[in-house]
């Protein structure tokens, strides 16, 4: 293929980028906001005189598992402010009260219960969003949405608000009281921002939002107007110091332990609101304490690295600015994925608007376990900026440096959003790295390549997506799991829906679908084939069900093996109290040995169950069989087989105290985790965490030394772990 010339990328961006419309899609006009003469109190009462005015009250409409249907339950809102807050309130109708779904859970925590929410623009530029759901008893979810990204909603920040509600006899209400300072808003005697509401029905296993989300369109999009009058900023200072410790101890023969190590941590993070959309932020030894463990993933014979979400509060907060245009789905999952700053020991950075322009620079010093380059530590430096094109559409720049001693990585990329016809959207981009080595006489050049076309309307779903890098190209910021090849993807999906008299059957939706992917291999010009058929069906009881048969080839160290397999996936809410989730996987697998691979029989069989015995408690199991057998013209036998399982329980007294124990038995690796934690949250920030976990292994002292193979476990390792934080905001 011909080579992209940098200049000749960026002139297309930019005169593609001058044609974008500026016009954004409302319904009836702005809302007023009221302004409210009283004090609120956030007791989910709604007994306030700002909520006896006439309220808000439209047709909320299906985005999911239906487009464009009547969700057939009423619901009334209000919007009102004072100078420093911004509130919401809502009284969601239904006539079957008793079977609304609501718990009393943490943070994020709550999705599958009945919710209504917020979605905001508080800049109104359509290019990110803040989201606010909060659930029949007042708990909460938040997080915010890239316009990069689509329709991905990201719950990893965590905002400071305030939420409350109860269950009547005739529905449920709720109240919200967002502060201004957890916003980036632009002030003045006159501000508009954008808005979306959605509400969740667990009953009828819908999602259904006011204004109306049309197919193949992004909350953006949909947004109508809310008009506050005089919102000034005040000056914010929030200074978050904490203190953690880690107390572990291993074993060191059969009789005895080794001597504990402690581990104390103290740390501070600053953030500053130059305006009210302007904010610089640093922070001193970020916290990494893994109070929430990294996600339940097998790693056993996996071609590509796991990609693990960030849990640091400085580098969760504001990720929509450093969003960069991407191929979903592709082999870049990110191209700032922050957990590649491990360690550092200090970090910074100034985000915000300038007009139509968002941006961001984000500074680093990581500590290396060994001495690179002789220095011990890396410089990380990220610069992002996006102009809005008008609606959701954006073009944008992006720089990426690394430096360790003598190694030097430096990368420059451009991306575009635009959407054609209102359903059709191009997601474009271009990235051009410099990598020079300690030792090496000059820096070797590469480039990386991303365009995806998305496509929606109600009775179908469309994609086409193509992405190249070449084998010089090194994003050190990024999460890349290939280099040097070239991938064509594609998608076609009818979706086949009952008629609006059917809305209350079994079936939903069917959706059948065709997906294939071609990966060229620009080294050893060797092709991966992939061909997905496959139907997705959307039913009742939250239900849903995943048939699909895979046809296709896949080379590894200079083979082709035959990758055939068969697969299914379902899952099912039968009653308010249990979900229920399994899956099976039969087919060819590669056992990808770097000297010797070979091809094989694999199984794979899950299982999940997640009970709630009552609104505070909360139970799940899941079950994993994995296997690998070689065919029987190979000579047969098992490769490797494990059985992993994991079992968890929880009791929330209230929002913001609970206690969480784990087990967690893989007989492959022969051991079993334990995990205790007692967890007090008042507000993102002030936090109180004290847990202990403890590691029993299969294993024996013999000739001075510990070795596997025998049946009894065997306490090897415990730890003690204490957090304490406290977030001071001075106005």
């Not at 069989?625 to 098992?638: C, H, S, V, W």
């Amino acid at each position: 293929m011909p080579r992209c010339r940098k200049k000749d990328l960026l002139l297309l961006l930019l005169l593609i980028g001058c044609c974008a419309p500026a016009a954004f899609a409302a319904e009836d006009g702005p809302i007023i906001a009221i302004k409210a003469g009283e004090p609120i109190m956030i007791d989910g009462a709604l007994d306030e005189a700002v909520w006896r005015q006439a309220p808000i009250s439209r047709e909320f409409i299906t985005f999911h598992p239906l487009v464009g249907r009547p969700l057939g339950l009423a619901t009334d809102i209000w919007v009102a402010y004072s100078g420093k807050t911004l509130y919401f309130a809502f009284k969601c109708h239904d006539n079957r009260p008793g079977e609304i779904k609501t718990s009393i859970a943490k943070r994020d925590n709550c999705s599958k219960d009945d919710w209504i929410g917020v979605i905001l623009d508080p800049l109104d530029n359509r290019q990110s969003s803040v989201e606010f759901y909060v659930n029949p008893n007042g708990c909460q979810t938040d997080g915010l949405t890239s316009a990069v990204d689509g329709v991905n909603f990201d719950p990893s920040p965590d905002y400071v608000w305030e939420s409350a509600g109860r269950i009547a006899a005739d529905g449920y209400t709720v109240e919200m009281a967002i502060p201004l300072e957890s916003l980036r808003y632009k002030s003045g005697e006159q501000v508009r921002m954008g808005v979306v509401f959605m509400r969740h029905a667990a009953r009828l296993g819908a999602m259904s939002a006011w204004p109306e989300l049309k197919a193949g369109e992004s909350q953006f999009n949909a947004m109508t107007g809310i008009e506050y009058r005089d919102l000034r900023k005040g000056l914010m200072l929030e200074v978050l110091p904490n203190f953690t410790v880690n107390r572990d101890r291993a074993r060191a023969s059969d009789g005895a332990w080794g001597r504990g190590e402690t581990d104390p941590l103290l740390g501070v993070s600053l953030k500053y609101g130059i305006t009210s959309s302007l904010t610089a932020e640093a922070t001193i030894r970020p916290d990494f304490s893994q109070v929430e463990s990294d996600a339940f993933q097998v790693e056993v014979n996996q071609r590509y690295p796991i990609f693990y979400v960030e849990k640091r509060p400085f580098f969760m907060e504001g990720t929509n600015a450093i969003d960069f245009g991407l191929v979903a789905g592709g082999m870049m999952s990110a191209a700032v994925y922050s957990r590649s700053i491990a360690d550092p020991e200090w970090a910074a950075k100034v985000s915000g608007t300038a007009g139509k322009n968002l941006f961001a620079v984000l500074a680093a010093d990581e500590r290396l376990p060994e001495p690179a380059g002789g220095s011990g530590h890396a410089l990380w430096g990220v610069a992002r900026v996006k102009r809005s094109l008008g609606s959701d559409n954006s073009i944008g720049m992006l720089y990426s440096g690394r430096y360790a001693g003598e190694d030097k990585n430096s990368v420059l990329g451009a991306d575009l959003q635009y959407r054609f016809f209102g359903k059709l959207r191009l997601t474009a981009s271009g990235l051009f790295s410099s990598t020079q080595l300690a030792g090496s006489e000059k820096a070797d050049s590469g480039f990386g390549l991303n365009a995806m076309l998305l496509y929606g309307v109600p009775t179908l779903d469309a994609s086409l997506a193509y992405e190249r890098y070449s084998g010089d190209f090194a994003m050190a910021s990024s999460f890349l799991m290939r280099r040097d090849f070239e991938q064509l993807q594609f998608f076609l999906g009818p979706n086949l829906t009952p008629r609006a008299g059917q809305f209350a059957g079994w079936v939903k939706r069917v959706q059948p679908y065709l997906r294939g992917s071609l990966i060229h291999d620009l080294g050893t010009r060797m092709d991966d084939r992939l061909l997905k058929t496959g139907v997705n069906v959307y039913t009742r009881w939250s239900g849903t069900l995943k048939l699909e048969y895979r046809q296709g080839r896949e080379a590894w160290n200079g083979v082709s093996f035959r990758r055939n397999a068969a697969c299914m996936q379902a899952s099912l809410r039968p009653w308010s109290w249990l979900s229920l989730g399994a899956s099976a996987n039969f087919g060819d697998r590669i056992y990808y040995d770097p000297l010797a691979p070979f091809a094989g029989r694999g199984r794979t069989l899950s299982f999940a169950a997640t009970v709630q015995p009552g609104v505070r408690s909360n139970l799940g199991l899941e079950l994993l069989y994995d296997a690998l057998e070689r065919r029987p013209a190979d000579g047969g036998g098992r490769v490797y087989a494990l059985n992993i399982a994991n079992l968890t329980a929880a009791y929330q007294f209230n929002r913001f105290f609970l206690v969480r124990g784990a087990l967690r038995y893989n007989d492959y690796e022969r051991n079993l985790a334990t995990d205790l934690l007692a967890s007090f949250t008042l507000i993102p920030g002030t936090v109180v965490h004290l847990g202990y976990g403890s590691l029993y292994e299969e294993g024996a002292w013999r000739k001075e030394t510990w070795q596997p193979g025998n049946d009894r476990l065997l306490n090897m390792k415990n730890s003690l772990f204490f957090k304490v934080s406290y977030l001071w905001r001075v106005h």
